[in-house]
C-alpha cells in the first residue's frame, strides 16, 4: 500500500456562494471539508490550506501569505508540510469523493514513473486538484514559477501541470464533482438521497459521527431487521440489531477484523432465532433447534409445550 500524505485547499473567497464558508457547508450532515478527509483514511498526514474550523480528524493548518493567493500559492503553503514522497491534491469540496479513488491515484502513481497523476472527469478535462504528485517534483516546480513569475499569487494551476510528466486516469461518476454553486450544493444534497445511494450515505455519515472505522455487511443487518420485524414485531427489528452490535463490542479488543466476523455471526443466530420464533408462531411442527433451551413456554407463542405443536 503506497504511504502518502494529502493536502486538501479550503480556501478561497466562494463569491458564487455569497462569500459562504464553502468548506463548512453540510452536505448529508457533515462538512463538505469533513467528507473530503473522509475519503482519505490512509493518509499519513492531512494538511488543509485554508481557515482553522473544526474538522473530524486532527489536520496540520496552513496558510498562503497573502490569503487568497490562488490555488499555486495555497498548494505551495500546503507542500511545505508534506513529509511522503507522494501527496494527494484534493479540493475542499469534492462531496463524492470516496477512498477507493483516492487509493486508486497513489498506487498508480508508484507503479510507474510519471510525476503526477490526474483524474479526467467524463468531459475529458483534467482535474489537478483530484490528483497525486510526487513531492519533490512538485516542490521544483513550484519553485521555478515562483521565481519566474515573482510569486505564485494568481497563477492558474495549468502552469504547474504543463511542466511535469504526467499520467491521466478517468475519475469515477462524480468524484470530481465540486461545489462552487447553491445550484451545485442542492444537487448533490438531493443525489445523496436517491435511493441507490441514500443508504450507504447514511452508513457512512453515522460511522463518522461516532468515530466507528468497521466495514459491516449491511444486506446482513437489513436481512435480521426485515426477519425480527416480520417474524416477532415490528420494534424487535432496532432492538435486536442494537443488541447484535452489543455482542460484537465484546470482541472490539480483538480488532476491527474480529468485530465484523462478530456482527455476522451474531447476526446469523439473532436471525435463526427469528425464523424459529416465525415458525412457531406459523404452527410449523417439529422440536425447537435453537441453541438455547428447547423446552418450557414461550411467550406469546401459543405453544403449551415448546415444541412448536399448539
Not at 424487535?236 to 466476523?261: C, H, I, M, Q
Request: hydrophobic fraction near 45%; charge should be negative.
Amino acid at each position: 500500500m503506497t504511504p502518502f500524505d494529502v493536502v486538501v485547499l479550503a480556501g478561497g473567497a466562494a463569491r458564487r456562494l455569497g462569500g459562504v464558508d464553502k468548506p463548512g457547508v453540510s452536505i448529508g450532515g457533515r462538512t463538505l471539508l469533513d467528507r473530503v478527509l473522509g475519503a482519505c483514511p490512509d493518509a499519513g498526514r492531512a494538511v488543509v490550506v485554508g481557515g482553522r474550523r473544526a474538522t473530524a480528524r486532527p489536520v496540520v493548518w496552513a496558510r498562503e501569505e497573502p490569503p487568497g493567493g490562488g490555488p499555486l500559492a495555497a498548494l505551495a503553503a500546503g507542500v511545505r508540510h508534506v513529509e511522503a514522497d507522494t501527496v494527494v491534491v484534493l479540493g475542499g469540496d469534492l462531496p463524492f469523493l470516496r477512498d477507493g479513488g483516492v487509493r486508486q491515484l497513489a498506487d498508480a502513481l508508484t507503479a510507474g514513473d510519471a510525476e503526477g497523476v490526474l483524474s479526467v472527469d467524463a468531459d475529458g478535462r483534467d482535474q489537478p486538484l483530484v490528483a497525486a504528485y510526487r513531492t519533490e517534483p512538485l516542490r521544483r516546480e513550484l519553485a521555478l514559477l515562483a521565481a519566474e513569475h515573482g510569486n505564485l499569487t494568481g497563477l492558474p494551476l495549468r502552469l504547474l501541470v504543463q511542466e511535469l510528466r504526467l499520467l491521466r486516469i478517468p475519475a469515477a461518476p462524480l468524484a470530481s464533482f465540486d461545489c462552487d454553486t447553491w445550484e451545485d450544493i442542492a444537487a448533490a444534497r438531493a443525489t445523496i438521497r436517491e435511493h441507490g445511494n441514500v443508504l450507504d450515505e447514511w452508513i457512512t455519515a453515522v460511522k463518522a459521527e461516532l468515530g466507528i472505522d468497521l466495514d459491516v455487511d449491511t444486506g446482513v443487518l437489513l436481512d435480521l431487521a426485515r426477519d425480527a420485524a416480520h417474524g416477532v414485531a415490528r420494534p424487535a427489528a432496532p432492538l435486536t440489531t442494537f443488541l447484535v452490535g452489543y455482542a460484537a463490542a465484546k470482541a472490539a479488543g480483538d480488532g476491527p477484523e474480529a468485530v465484523s466476523r462478530a456482527v455476522a455471526e451474531a447476526a446469523r443466530r439473532a436471525s435463526a432465532l427469528a425464523d424459529r420464533w416465525a415458525a412457531e408462531a406459523d404452527g410449523a411442527p417439529g422440536p425447537a433447534t435453537g441453541t438455547g433451551p428447547s423446552t418450557g413456554p414461550e411467550s406469546g407463542t401459543g405453544t403449551e409445550s415448546g415444541t412448536g405443536e399448539r
